[in-house]
């Protein structure tokens, strides 16, 4: 059984930042695209980061373009997701999410195995 576990959620003013990161465990994620997705209330869930099985192609939102980065760690079976210059509408639930396919996926419904989440909130 696939079990990812966020941590690094928290409070933080705008222009902070922020570090999540995901453990992974059941599944050898080095042979999988992986994602951050986020979900703020009253809102569907979107893909904000993701990354190929080697790490070689990344995918960003245009709204945290720049700002976040997304990095994997392969032999560590873990995924992080740096997020600088947060902004109040960065506030969500985050999860960390895993696809059967070695390339980026963008879409939430391409993801079939996710995380509890973590809450982000930023104050403005």
């Known amino acids: 059984q696939v079990q990812l576990v966020e941590s690094g959620g928290g409070l933080v003013q705008a222009g902070g930042s922020l570090r999540l990161s995901c453990a992974a465990s059941?599944?050898?994620?080095?042979?999988?695209?992986m994602g951050w997705l986020r979900q703020a209330p009253g809102k569907g869930r979107e893909v904000v980061a993701a990354?190929?099985?080697?790490?070689?192609?990344?995918y960003y939102a245009d709204s945290v373009k720049g700002r976040f980065t997304i990095s994997r760690d392969n032999a560590k079976n873990s995924v992080s997701l740096q997020m600088n210059s947060l902004k109040p509408e960065d506030t969500a639930v985050y999860y960390c999410?895993?696809?059967?396919?070695?390339?980026?996926?963008?879409?939430?419904?391409?993801?079939?195995?996710w995380g509890q989440g973590t809450q982000v909130t930023v104050s403005s």
């Open positions: 999410a895993t696809a059967p396919s070695r390339t980026v996926r963008a879409r939430p419904h391409e993801y079939d195995y």
């Open positions: 059941g599944r050898t994620i080095s042979s999988y695209a």
């Open positions: 990354i190929s099985w080697s790490g070689g192609s990344t």
